[in-house]
């Protein structure tokens, strides 16, 4: 929706790192969330990050909120081919509704 | 483990003719939501259900119905289909307020010809 932005595209090399990044309007966000699409499937949530929270890793994945600027990004270390999908950034005040970008397509090349 | 599961995969309607997507769930989710994608918009919130009972209306309800007809299934129907619902529609449920985790079906193509 038009309340989350994400660039629409992403190449990056095996082995290297990935970064993508949301901006979202709504100050009154609670809860951010990272979700993966493979082709043919559903959505797979992948992390997510509460509103007072700075920064979450897990394994490969890195969060960072900055709340000011109301940017989020998601790092993805040593990205791998596995790894090529869309990434969609969501967000929601603790409700029922997600709010989603239009998806990043990530493709990692050889 | 089913999880969300959605019927049919693929349909290809007419102008004018009706149908209704199916979704089941078998965590005993509370609520449940069907969501459309299309290209470069992301997931855009057609209906939700809380909870077993209720619906509401989510971002782009026109020219849609649902029915929570228990607390397993949400259908989604189409009375009148149009060309512009041509769409991939996703139902998906969660468990609880707050950071619960939304899980999705595999969707349904539809194309409206």
């Known amino acids: 929706g038009e309340d989350v932005e994400q660039s629409l595209f992403l190449s990056v090399r095996e082995g290297d790192s990935s970064v993508i990044n949301c901006t979202y309007t709504?100050?009154?966000?609670?809860?951010l969330y990272w979700y993966k699409q493979e082709p043919g499937a559903g959505l797979q949530l992948l992390t997510y990050?509460?509103?007072?929270?700075d920064m979450k890793q897990d394994q490969r994945l890195t969060v960072l909120l900055n709340k000011k600027d109301k940017h989020l990004s998601l790092r993805i270390a040593d990205t791998q081919t596995g790894d090529s999908a869309i990434y969609f950034c969501?967000?929601?005040?603790?409700?029922?509704?997600?709010?989603f970008g239009a998806g990043t397509t990530v493709t990692v090349r050889a | 483990n089913a999880g969300v599961t959605q019927t049919p995969k693929f349909q290809v309607l007419k102008t004018g003719q009706s149908m209704t997507l199916q979704c089941a769930q078998d965590?005993?989710?509370?609520?449940m939501y069907w969501y459309r994608q299309d290209p470069g918009m992301g997931l855009r919130l057609i209906y939700y259900?809380?909870?077993?009972?209720?619906?509401d209306k989510g971002e782009v309800p026109n020219g849609y119905n649902v029915s929570r007809l228990n607390k397993r299934e949400f259908s989604l129907r189409l009375e009148s289909a149009a060309p512009s619902q041509t769409s991939v529609y996703f139902c998906?449920?969660?468990?609880?307020?707050?950071?619960?985790?939304?899980?999705f079906g595999q969707g349904t193509r539809l194309t409206v010809v």
């Open positions: 709504d100050s009154s966000s609670t809860y």
């Open positions: 965590m005993n989710h509370n609520s």
């Open positions: 969501a967000e929601s005040k603790g409700d029922y509704k997600l709010s």
């Open positions: 990050i509460f509103s007072n929270m």
């Open positions: 998906a449920s969660s468990d609880t307020w707050g950071a619960a985790e939304a899980f």
């Open positions: 259900s809380a909870s077993e009972g209720t619906t």
